[in-house]
């Protein structure tokens, strides 16, 4: 496709990008509704659940680096296409996994199909675009991404009520067969010019690939296994320690090869380093407290796994809406002044829903959702904007697999550490009110507020009554806690968005031909 009818049908690209984008966002949240079903229906206990989540997870965020390099070396529609086919088979698979094992298994490969998808998509969105249209379409974009959230616990929800447990996975495979058709179609092909002309020119660095995944893996891993082990345990500490030694060593060779994978020394940037931290410190934030947000929802107020999944919708809309507005703001205002006010509003919004107590119900809820929606859409856009502006077009791939390797790491994070804290301040609240029970349902009642409702519940009468009414006050208390911090870490974020994020972004650099449009590096073909 030549660069002319590359530039006529960019929304259409766009179009399909989204449509690519919107699997990774279902797939996100959808899981989540299906994880009491996967109890009943294939016996999977509450290990095997949180690896049937965290395989996904920490695949996906291990390969992102790697993906994007391919990306940019063997052209981001053909790595985009082999991840969206890898996503769709392992779809299949994990719609018919006989056993927990194997969708785990199943949700590894989903993982890998991910990694290639997602900084595929918002590369191929850089190179496409304008620089005069690009915080315009990554809005778009950003807001897009808020679909598969909004929808993904209402059609989960749905699916089960009406279908079997492997409908959740199923439904994927429509989306990437038209997704895949329409990119044939629409998508032009593009890569690093310099891999275009001369391969040897810029040559595979298998090191920089196997530091990054195995300590990515290691980091991941730590961070995901943490909460339940805890942090100073011997495993968790020896997996932190892998992944600075690995991490450290990637760092250290990227430096000393004249074509490594990643430039490190793209992080002496003010401006690439301070929108890479601001969006690292608000999915910390956000992902962080929607954890628990869910729990509050169901075994607080009450209400049913669809119930939960409708009532999340808010965020997801409201992020909808800000992300291509935070565009024609950054145009008016600056980079600066827009990610530093959705920070603030993300700060805003945890700290309103860090007030809510036993006696508050939906209200409160809904009125924090909407400005953290409004907070995480106004910092989304105009922050990877800002990562993505900072690199050549031909390194697209490579910033925009940082860009999410960040976000990944940061939501990770945020669930390990507010998720810890939250355990722990319910744990040491609830502690004398559980004395009493059997040894058996008083661990199980200290751990989840879940499984303290469940055994109120069995205990029926006043006994079960001042039990939920404790395990509810206990875990509002550390909800409340963890909230704060969230607030914390998303105040954080605004200030190193205020003092080193630049107030607007460098105009960019005609190429050779003095047009700013010739430089996106199509690939004609």
Not at 56 to 82: C, E, H, I, K, P
Not at 205 to 211: E, Q, S, T
Not at 285 to 293: D, I, K, Q
Not at 356 to 385: C, D, H, K, Q, R
Request: with cysteine; hydrophobic share 55%.
């Amino acid at each position: 496709m030549d660069p002319d009818r590359a530039y006529q049908r960019r929304w259409w690209t766009l179009a399909v990008l989204c449509l690519s984008l919107l699997v990774i966002g279902l797939d996100n949240t959808i899981l989540n509704v299906a994880l009491p079903t996967l109890v009943r229906d294939l016996g999977a206990n509450a290990s095997q659940l949180q690896w049937i989540v965290d395989a996904y997870a920490l695949v996906f965020a291990s390969l992102l680096l790697t993906a994007g390099s391919l990306g940019d070396r063997y052209g981001r529609r053909l790595v985009l296409g082999a991840g969206l086919l890898i996503f769709g088979v392992g779809s299949v698979l994990s719609a018919f996994a006989a056993s927990p094992g194997s969708l785990i298994g199943f949700r590894a490969l989903m993982g890998i199909g991910g990694a290639l998808i997602m900084p595929s998509t918002l590369s191929i969105v850089t190179n496409v675009f304008p620089a005069e249209e690009r915080g315009r379409a990554i809005g778009i974009w950003a807001g897009f991404s808020g679909i598969g959230i909004a929808i993904g616990p209402v059609i989960g929800g749905w699916l089960l009520e009406n279908f079997w447990w492997g409908s959740v996975f199923f439904i994927n495979v429509p989306v990437i067969a038209v997704a895949i058709l329409a990119g044939l179609v629409l998508i032009p092909e593009s890569r690093d010019p310099a891999a275009s002309r001369d391969p040897a020119a810029t040559p595979l660095d298998p090191v920089g690939a196997v530091l990054s995944t195995l300590g990515l893996t290691a980091l991941v891993y730590g961070l995901i296994e943490a909460p339940s082990h805890g942090w100073t345990d011997g495993t968790i500490l020896a997996s932190f320690a892998a992944a600075l030694v690995l991490l450290g060593g990637f760092v250290f060779a990227e430096l000393r090869l004249r074509h490594p994978m990643m430039d490190v020394r793209l992080f002496e940037n003010r401006r690439f380093t301070a929108a890479s931290v601001g969006t690292a410190l608000v999915f910390f934030a956000l992902f962080g407290s929607l954890f628990f947000l869910s729990q509050y929802l169901q075994f607080v107020l009450g209400y049913g796994t669809l119930e939960v999944g409708v009532r999340l919708v808010p965020v997801a809309l409201a992020l909808m809406v800000a992300a291509p507005l935070s565009a024609r703001l950054t145009e008016r205002l600056g980079t600066k002044a827009v990610v530093t006010g959705g920070l603030t509003l993300v700060t805003i919004g945890l700290a309103i829903l860090a007030t809510a107590s036993t006696a508050s119900g939906y209200g409160l809820v809904v009125t924090s959702l909407v400005i953290l929606g409004f907070g995480m859409g106004s910092t989304m856009a105009p922050a990877t904007e800002a990562i993505m502006g900072a690199l050549p077009r031909e390194r697209a791939g490579v910033g925009s697999a940082v860009s999410t390797t960040l976000r990944q790491v940061g939501g990770v994070l945020g669930v390990a550490v507010l998720g810890s804290l939250l355990s722990s301040v319910y744990g040491a609240r609830i502690l004398d009110s559980v004395r009493g029970l059997p040894a058996g349902l008083t661990n199980a009642a200290s751990d989840s507020v879940g499984a303290a409702v469940q055994i109120a519940s069995r205990l029926g009468g006043a006994p079960g009554r001042a039990l939920a009414s404790e395990a509810h006050a206990a875990f509002i208390h550390g909800m409340d806690v963890s909230l704060l911090a969230g607030a914390g870490v998303a105040l954080l974020g605004a200030l190193v968005a205020l003092l080193f994020l630049p107030a607007r972004a460098a105009a960019p650099e005609p190429d050779e031909s003095g047009t700013e449009r010739t430089e996106m590096g199509l690939h004609v073909g």
